[in-house]
């Protein structure tokens, strides 16, 4: 069993930055593939972003990449997600999420935080 809690959201304006957080409960935490989801009002949840158990590989969505990192610390069960060049269009609640397997569905990812809200103004 894992729990994820999420922080760092908040409003910021377009061409900022934020940085989002997720702690984990777990001993097993390596172990599992992590990434991140997000949901605009209206729109179904779409991938973000992913790391591997080790951090050796990262995949990204087409719309994030080039300015957004996601990294893991294994050693404080922490997963980190830089956003920058923040645009409107990047506004909707962003989930942290843990699962086995490399891939973009959401339904293949068991475990999952509760959001946190993220608002770019223009």
């Known amino acids: 069993q894992v729990q994820l809690v999420e922080s760092g959201g908040g409003l910021v304006q377009a061409g900022g930055s934020l940085r989002l957080s997720c702690l984990a409960s777990?001993?097993?935490?390596?172990?599992?593939?992590m990434g991140w989801f997000r949901q605009a009002p209206g729109k179904e949840r779409e991938f973000v972003a992913r790391?591997?158990?080790?951090?050796?590989?990262?995949y990204y969505a087409d719309s994030v990449k080039g300015r957004f990192t996601i990294s893991r610390d294994n050693a404080k069960n922490t997963v980190l997600l830089q956003m920058n060049s923040l645009k409107p269009e990047d506004t909707a609640v962003y989930y942290c999420?843990?699962?086995?397997?490399?891939?973009?569905?959401?339904?293949?990812?068991?475990?999952w935080g509760q959001g946190t809200q993220v608002t770019v103004s223009a």
């Open positions: 790391i591997n158990w080790s951090g050796s590989d990262t």
């Open positions: 777990g001993r097993t935490f390596s172990s599992y593939v």
């Open positions: 999420t843990a699962g086995r397997f490399q891939v973009v569905t959401p339904n293949a990812y068991a475990y």
